[in-house]
């Protein structure tokens, strides 16, 4: 599991920008206003053998009492709670606030490893302005510009140092690890008591109430299973359990861990801004899914209803197109034995080995069917291809001119993999590489 760095500050300090530049892709928006940032951005980072996820936080100022102002603040301060390291940004060039010394207070009850970074240090003429942010207590203050870059090794170097040693994760043999991930209260603790069929988690119509990691061995069938009830990877302060709407932190880590993330709904509310959020990372991490529409006992239901209901969920997870959706009731038991029957399908079928010989065939039917664009007035030519690995599946495709190949002929080259290998139910990597 990669350890959590995150970059907390007042609005309008620079710190998507500077989370841009550490990621290395332009990601977080930017502007010149405060308040930009509204919700956490996140990426993932290796610099000098050590990987990480590094999170943008919204600006937050301690004393408003603005709403939009006060979620951020709230987001910032669960973002400080869940993470390992803490960076915390202020703006060289307007000196330092009272919202910077009530924030500095913050952190140093967090009780975590804080960096002091003064941000907008851009001449050697402001150098001597960063030094009154020691006045803070900081053992090191460092400049840096997000903006040109610079001071930026210095930080790394310090992120680095401070970061701690991989988190030993117990040995389950060779369960299938299947987390269930979702907004709070969507019935994920309810839905793993259905599944083993006893009470390991304590349920409670309150958002927030499983406050741990909850790992759960479970044998069906000669097969092994690891649940991972993810509605707390770590302990909580009270603030996290009024965000009923927040929930990504904890997502980062379970997703990390799992084969299968079986990402619970609320069937009576459909789709929300989190489970986009949270669905997003499974992608961005290809892992093996299922989506199920919990609750699915309260629903009015006619003939149709499923499956408008499957379409809505497509439609606002256009970029998570390959999992299974089940509709269930934790309550009544309804289809919940479906989950894990289907969970093991989807990744039996991840761990799967195309022949060659085989593949080359779909490659090359699907390279005659629909060729790609030309590159600079050059013919794109495929040569052949190879699996690479498994859980998902990665296949590499040689040929004359990767960098040539567009995004839509990629995604249509994942399409017709899918369907002639019958893998549409699990994700999927193709890389391109040049034949030499």
Request: aromatic share 6%; glycine share 8%; net charge neutral.
């Amino acid at each position: 599991m990669k350890p959590i760095v995150s970059i907390v500050g007042r609005p309008n300090v620079g710190k998507s920008t500077l989370f841009n530049r550490l990621i290395g892709r332009r990601r977080a928006a930017v502007a010149d206003e405060p308040g930009v940032t509204r919700d956490l951005n996140y990426g993932d980072v290796e610099e000098l053998g050590r990987a990480f996820t590094l999170v943008d936080t919204g600006g937050f100022e301690p004393a408003s009492e603005d709403e939009i102002l006060r979620q951020v603040r709230e987001q910032a301060t669960l973002a400080i709670e869940d993470s390992d390291v803490i960076v915390f940004l202020m703006d060289g060039r307007a000196g330092l606030t009272p919202q910077d010394r009530e924030i500095a207070g913050m952190l140093r009850r967090a009780e975590k490893p804080v960096l002091y970074a003064v941000n907008k240090i851009d001449a050697p003429s402001l150098v001597a302005g960063a030094m009154e942010f020691y006045g803070l207590g900081a053992s090191e203050v460092i400049p840096v510009s997000a903006e040109h870059g610079l001071g930026l090794a210095d930080l790394m170097d310090a992120v680095i140092a401070h970061l701690p040693e991989a988190e030993e994760v117990p040995e389950h043999g060779e369960r299938v690890k299947i987390a269930l991930v979702g907004r709070p209260n969507v019935g994920k603790s309810s839905l793993l008591n259905r599944l083993i069929g006893k009470q390991r988690s304590i349920v409670s119509n309150i958002a927030g109430t499983t406050r741990d990691s909850v790992d759960t061995p479970f044998d069906l069938n000669g097969r092994g299973y690891l649940f991972i009830d993810t509605a707390g990877i770590r302990k909580k302060g009270k603030v996290s359990l009024r965000l009923e709407n927040y929930c990504v932190m904890e997502a980062i880590r379970s997703i990390e861990r799992c084969d299968v993330a079986a990402l619970v709904l609320d069937g009576g509310v459909g789709v929300q801004g989190q489970d986009e959020r949270i669905a997003g990372l499974i992608e961005d991490r290809k892992k093996c899914c299922v989506i199920i529409v919990n609750k699915w006992d309260i629903v009015e239901k006619d003939t149709h209803t499923t499956k408008h209901a499957t379409e809505a969920i497509r439609n606002k997870l256009p970029f998570l197109t390959y999992p299974p959706v089940l509709f269930t009731s934790a309550l009544t038991g309804q289809r919940v034995p479906l989950v894990l029957e289907t969970a093991t399908e989807v990744f039996d079928k991840s761990c799967e080995r195309v022949r060659t010989s085989v593949l080359n065939k779909v490659v090359e039917t699907l390279y005659y069917k629909h060729r790609p664009p030309a590159y600079r007035g050059r013919e794109i030519k495929f040569y052949y291809a190879t699996q690479s690995g498994t859980a998902p599946p990665t296949f590499v495709i040689f040929t004359n001119h990767p960098e040539g190949i567009i995004e839509s002929y990629k995604r249509y080259v994942v399409n017709e993999l899918r369907a002639s290998l019958g893998m549409e139910t699990v994700p999927m990597k193709v890389y391109y590489r040049q034949r030499h």
